[in-house]
């Protein structure tokens, strides 16, 4: 299949960018990114600057990779990754728009690129639980029930890529910090600094000049390990909590 490609080529965040066209010939067995490898090599045999975009396990699970296909985050198949995604899901003559996460809290590294590491500073906040050293636990000492631990586990499935703030109109982080709260918050391990993870991640995502989630829920429409918008009720309730817990509120805090 032949297909038009418009490509946002930038050389950094400190030069402007602009909208490139290219043709590619394509199989539908190929995956997007092995589409994009052909289109790179043939730039480089012509001695052009090949175009630049992340990735790394190709297999959806790194969360390396993702930009916009025709305006939507990772492209048109729900709950995949742009290198999950497969030319048979395009057809012959296609014209594609392809352009990096627009956030401010992201910036432009190059072309297709964005600097995700506000992700890593939100983590590195409050993301994790304080564990013994020495040998692992017993794999039964500490019971968690069938729900818990089901629901932390569909929290724990993302990959930190980035579709949810694109794609919400107020470049929110509240699908990733709520998916990451909600995995520690409902296991027992997770008890010990639940309130303190809430106040300081809800304090990370602030700083980093994300927007603040109005409830669109455009973030669920094209995460592709599908985590659901009940994430960010679990992040705002531990954060309440938290919130009122500090401020002494125990009247309104005993309401949720
Ligand atoms: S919540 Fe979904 S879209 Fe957002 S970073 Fe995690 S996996 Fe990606
Ligand atoms: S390259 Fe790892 S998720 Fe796409």
Partial sequence: MKLTLHIWRQKNAGQPG???????TASEHMSFLEMLDVLNEELTAKGEEPVAFDHDCREGICGSCGFMINGIAHGPQRGTTVCQLHMRKFKDGDVLYLEPWRARAF????????????????ISSGGFITAPTGSGPDGNATPVPKTNADLAMDAAACIGCGACVAACPNAAAALFTGAKISHLGLLPQGQPERADRALK???????????????????????????KLEVIARMNRDYLRASWTARGDTAREDGI
């Fill in 18 to 24: 602009r909208m490139a066209r290219y043709s590619v």
């Fill in 201 to 227: 991640m809800v304090a990370q995502v602030k700083e980093e000049m994300f927007g603040s989630c109005t409830n669109i829920g455009e973030c669920e429409a094209v995460c592709p390990k599908e985590i």
């Fill in 107 to 122: 910036p432009v590294v190059r072309d297709l690129i964005v600097d995700r590491s506000a992700f890593d500073r939100i």
